[in-house]
Nanobody
Framework: QVQLVESGGGLVQPGGSLRLSCAGS????????MRWYRQAPGKEREMVAQ???????NYPDSVKGRFSISRDNVQNTVSLQMNGLRPEDTAVYYC???????WGQGTQVTVSS
């Protein structure tokens, strides 16, 4: 059974940074496209980062230049480095394997002074 567990969320002031991590069991991340999504209250879930199995990354304009996705194939983790955080980045962040439709439980990120 494939399971994803996110960690690293929390409360941070505007302009601050957080690093989220997604650990997998029952799956080897190296073979898959991996994504991070977020969902704010009352809003649809949106993709914020993607990393292909070969390494290329993709970001929407809303986070480009501030967020960075990476993978560690030895530790079998996918991370999301978030810098320059804004109040509008407040959301629950989810790790996702799109080809398997597998989601983690999410980790809350709150950006507030």
């Amino acid at each position: 059974q494939v399971q994803l567990v996110e960690s690293g969320g929390g409360l941070v002031q505007p302009g601050g940074s957080l690093r989220l991590s997604c650990a997998g069991s029952g799956i080897r991340f190296r073979s898959y496209i991996m994504r991070w999504y977020r969902q704010a209250p009352g809003k649809e879930r949106e993709m914020v980062a993607q990393i292909d199995s070969g390494g290329p990354t993709n970001y929407p304009d809303s986070v480009k230049g501030r967020f960075s996705i990476s993978r560690d194939n030895v530790q079998n983790t996918v991370s999301l480095q978030m810098n320059g955080l804004r109040p509008e980045d407040t959301a629950v962040y989810y790790c996702n394997v799109p080809s398997l439709a597998v989601w983690g439980q999410g980790t809350q990120v709150t950006v507030s002074s």
